[in-house]
């Protein structure tokens, strides 16, 4: 048993060996590196790389899943209730927004970031989903969030933040960072109010 929970430790420190190669790349370069530069970063070959991930769009998405999963672990809601929801979920957007490989691929990679904006749910978008909603069940149980279906009302959530994360560089001249993190929660807070 114990050989089997080694192997198991060894696949994952090996795929977090090709995540941080994808992130070192990603935070040097405007353009995603191709799998031979992340197996030689990552000091292992390219068929290892190849047994875990499809191509470079793979270790794309499960970079951004793995980053998203650890913002969400560091972002702790403080209690139930909209206002503690909302500081949470801005406070996560602002992370996301200055996280030194997330945010670039705005505009380093926009039609792979594109197709989980316009296309598709992907894996890190689905994580925070689940997370919302349960805090939204929560809330709506305590009366600081209005009636309304979880899963619709954590997909708004989702729309709006992910809106502002999006466009946060685009109109950097005319909001402030304090003025985005102040208004995001007022919008929020108005949306999810009963």
Not at 23 to 46: D, F, H, K, M, Y
Not at 66 to 84: D, K
Not at 131 to 146: C, H, W
Not at 151 to 169: D, G, K, P
């Amino acid at each position: 048993m114990s050989s089997r929970n080694d192997a198991k430790t060894d696949e994952l420190d090996v795929e977090d060996r090709i995540l941080d190669a994808a992130a070192r790349c990603l935070s040097v370069s405007t353009r995603r590196p191709g799998i031979a530069e992340l197996a030689r970063q990552a000091g292992i070959s390219r068929p290892t790389v190849y047994r875990r991930f499809a191509d470079g769009d793979a270790v794309f998405r499960a970079l951004w899943e793995r980053e998203i999963r650890r913002l969400l672990e560091a972002t702790p809601q403080r209690s139930a209730g909209r206002e503690s929801l909302v500081r949470q979920v801005v406070e996560l957007a602002d992370k996301i927004s200055t996280h030194p490989t997330l945010a670039p691929t705005f505009t380093s990679e926009p039609t792979l970031v594109a197709r989980y904006i316009l296309e598709r749910l992907g894996a890190g978008q689905r994580v925070l989903l689940e997370a919302l909603v349960g805090a939204i069940e929560s809330a709506q149980a305590g009366g600081t969030i209005r009636d309304g279906d979880p899963r619709e009302l954590a997909a708004m959530v989702l729309l709006i933040t992910q809106s502002a994360i999006q466009s946060r560089r685009m109109i950097a001249e005319h909001l402030s960072d304090d003025a985005w993190y102040r208004e995001l929660a007022h919008a929020l807070n108005g949306y999810l109010r009963p």
